[in-house]
């Protein structure tokens, strides 16, 4: 049978039960398993055998639900982390430690931003941000000997440029180093970034995956298909015995396909026991099940917001890249041709002070610091999610004092543009 399409993958994918067993994964709220000797433990200690035996590093629930987002991007193997944040920090902890070198898109969620420029930092790793849209040679330059990945998001929180995913991937592997991208804002319904060149992807699952605002969660998906062989010498944690698990080489024992996700459960799981909490991982697969359903409704409500917006006398200026004019417009027509997400960025006119206003009038849109489930909410990022940047590090992120995100959720979307007619009038 030929390879199922998104939104089957969204019902079915990643557990398959046998007969007379739950059709809805089952929650296996426990930390530890029991085995009939200490020599079949032993063999999963040593990476020999598949299993479990402390939910600190794997859990079935968690694996099930890993499973079905790998088949959505596309990947050969996934695993689930406590969060979005924990999802980027192991990904480029994974192939990067102290001494080494990380080129970053500047248009970036300032909380991984913080976590780059000032936390990674700490621990040795340096990080050089361009511009989404530098040049080919400006990106160029920003590359060291000892770089070791390139990190970008599909559509940048708040700023929702579009990144050119070809363009930094080409970038990447001209130096021999893996292209990580965040695709929590797309989600793999409007953009698989391994389709465009990219290696490694993360999620915020509790963005539009979970969808509910009620699990946090993240997600790390590898595609397979980076040969971290052929440049072996920028890569010794995955090329190189493995002294903690008596010297195994997790390419030559896991291939391409496995390698990377092993070696981030094995070591960093192992160690910094980010892990998702079952519960977690069986709310957001139940917002799974219905995300190919959702995001076209937040996508359909967002356009139609983001057109009104743009007409508005109080407002000015409108981003979103589904709208024809906007900067990403070509680009989101490339990377996404059936819509980007249901966040809509713009300014009001009188600046900040207007801008809190503004939200502070709105009635069924909420003030919240989360953003991408089911309601409709709101956030002025230079106070919030970004209040730790710079002037000069806020233009570089895209954020302006005016900035209002606005999370378009799933309600209609007449009421919605109500609200937003009514908070704007009594500026």
Not at 207 to 234: Q, R
Not at 274 to 295: F, K, M, T, W
Request: hydrophobic share 40%; net charge negative; charged share 20%.
């Amino acid at each position: 049978m030929a390879d199922k399409n998104l939104g089957t993958k969204c019902v079915q994918a990643g557990y398959t039960p046998g007969n007379g067993e739950p059709r809805q994964i089952p929650i296996i709220q426990s930390t530890t398993f029991k085995y009939d000797s200490s020599a079949e433990m032993g063999k999963l200690f040593d990476l020999e055998a598949s299993g479990y035996f402390y939910s600190r590093l794997q859990n079935p629930t968690n694996d099930y639900v890993a499973a079905k987002i790998a088949s959505l991007e596309g990947g050969s193997a996934a695993m689930l982390t406590s969060s979005g944040q924990a999802a980027n920090f192991y990904a480029v902890f994974n192939i990067a430690s102290c001494g080494d070198h990380v080129v970053s898109s500047a248009s970036i969620y300032g909380g991984t931003y913080n976590l780059f420029a000032v936390t990674m930092k700490r621990m040795g790793i340096e990080f050089t941000f361009v511009s989404p849209d530098c040049s080919e040679e400006e990106l160029e330059k920003a590359f060291r000997p000892n770089t070791k990945a390139v990190f970008g998001e599909t559509i940048a929180n708040p700023a929702l440029t579009v990144l050119d995913i070809e363009k930094f991937a080409k970038a990447a592997h001209a130096h021999g180093v893996p292209l990580i991208v965040d695709n929590t804002f797309a989600t793999p319904i409007n953009c698989r970034p391994f389709e465009w060149g990219a290696d490694i992807v993360t999620h915020s699952t509790t963005k539009y995956m979970d969808g509910h605002g009620g699990a946090l969660g993240g997600c790390i998906v590898d595609s397979g298909k980076f040969d971290w062989t052929a440049h072996a010498e920028k890569f010794p944690g995955l090329c190189t015995p493995d002294d903690s698990y008596h010297g195994v080489t997790y390419t030559q024992r896991f291939g391409l396909e496995g390698a990377f996700i092993t070696k981030c459960t094995a070591q960093l799981m192992r160690d910094f026991g980010s892990i998702q909490a079952p519960q977690n991982a069986y709310y957001l697969n139940l917002g799974l099940e219905s995300l190919h359903l959702r995001v076209k409704r937040h996508c359909e409500n967002a356009q139609a917001i983001a057109e009104y917006l743009q007409q508005h006398e109080k407002i000015s200026w409108v981003k979103y890249c589904g709208l024809p004019g906007d900067e990403y417009y070509e680009l989101g027509q490339k990377y996404l041709p059936n819509g980007s997400c249901g966040v809509v960025s713009f300014g009001v006119k009188g600046g900040r002070a207007a801008a809190e206003e503004f939200m502070g009038n709105l009635r069924i849109a909420a003030i919240e610091t989360h953003v991408a489930d089911a309601r409709t909410c709101c956030l002025h990022p230079a106070s919030a999610t970004h209040r730790q940047m710079n002037d000069a590090e806020l233009a570089a992120a895209g954020v302006t004092p005016d900035l209002v995100r606005l999370s378009v959720g799933i309600e209609d979307a007449a009421d919605l543009i109500a609200d937003l007619e009514q908070a704007l009038a009594k500026i």
